[in-house]
């Protein structure tokens, strides 16, 4: 509570299970809503958990045991999820999977924004319903956030631990993010002892350090892009390299994405990325025309020679526009995503630290069964797709890997 009441505007509580994160996260949000009239919000990534988890089961009880009396059954909106305090103030509770839910929540203001279980969510999603972070009332306007800690890797672990942006890794002002850790240990009054010599001390070593000692993970278990190291894959130049310059491109409508730099003495030097959110191959070719990259060699995601825009294949347009398309041909995402790890673990992909998205991808992207994970975050995993397109065309695999019966035509 007293970190709560601190100057810092964005709060995590993180550790692990049955710590009193939720319930002590839940109490401050009524505190807040009681002070003044105002509107708060409590998320989760699915409406169902927060349904289950928040609604039914952790507000009810901050309700009854804090507040007892304070709010009544007509109190609850069953129909919008949303409960009323007797000075007007509102504490929704919702989830960010479901379009029309979320379009009803976010089309309002709110003084306090409570993201549980954030390590769920993506940190898109967590940008963009941080714009309605702002109502305008007595209250500072606060965003809090729990969660059992998850890998290193992690956008909250660079956040509050590392103080770096997940996308740029530039430095935040501290002074705006505050944490603590709870474990179960420090909320053995309101837990069953048994709950951590029975269960927890049971788990697995990374289950225990996550769920019982509240440990991020130096783990990379799920990453697709294992190798990737900043100390060793990310490199500044100071000077460009001469010759003409080559582009890995991945074609879709939102992102259109592209990295581009040379392959000098079997290593890949990425200078610069594109990423075009709701565009085409034209708009593409004109961006990269505008950068000076005009006749560079493109490697492309070779369905491009098929997929049309205005009548013409993208490979079509591309060459239209003074760009030289080489043949590819895709290999099975497994043999990429295998590749492209052989060439960051050998240190031979070097990044400008310019290339945020690339960056980005190469620590957030995961495997999701047989394919890379692309529901939990929708802006992953395209431009990694468009450097190891490239990869592929010119440094593959050697051996059965690269034989006809693993290309997809």
Known sequence: MKMLAGPSRYDMAYGGSRSGKTFGLCKAVVIRASKTKSRHAILRLKFNHAKTSIWMDTLPKVFSLAFP??????????????????????????????????????????????????????????QIALTRLAEKSDLRKKAYFDENPPTKKHWSYGLWIRGVTPDSGEPVDRSKYASILMNPSDNLENIDGEYITEILNN???????????????????????????????????????????????????????????????????????????????????????????GGASIYPDSTGKNRKTSGKSDHAILREMGFRVEGTRNPYVRDRVNNVNRLLRDGRILIDPKCKKLINDFEKVTWDGTDLNK???????????????????????????????????
Not at 89 to 102: F, K, N, T
Request: negative net charge.
């Open 69 to 126: 009396g304070l709010v009544d059954a007509d109190s609850w909106n069953k129909t919008d999820y949303c409960v009323t305090l007797p000075n007007g103030s509102e504490i929704w509770v919702g989830g960010l999977d479901d379009q029309q839910r979320v379009e009803k929540i976010l089309g309002k203001e709110y003084s306090t924004i409570y993201f549980n279980e954030c390590s769920q969510i993506p940190y898109a999603s967590i």
């Open 203 to 293: 788990l697995s070593d990374k289950e225990r350090a996550r769920f019982r000692d509240g440990q991020f993970s130096d783990t990379d278990e799920g990453s697709a892009y294992y190798a990737f190291e900043r100390d060793i894959n990310v490199h500044s130049f100071t000077d460009r390299p001469i010759g003409t310059a080559m582009i890995g491109m991945d074609f879709n409508v939102s992102p259109m994405t592209a990295t581009i730099g040379y392959y000098i003495n079997k290593k890949f030097y990425i200078i610069d990325e594109v990423y075009l959110n709701n565009s085409d191959t034209q708009k593409m070719g004109d961006e990269l025309l505008r950068r000076g990259y």
């Open 375 to 409: 529901k939990s975050d929708e802006t992953l995993t395209h431009i990694s797709d468009a450097l190891g397109y490239w990869c592929w065309a010119l440094d593959a695999l050697v051996g059965s890997s690269i034989q006809s019966k693993t290309i997809q035509l």
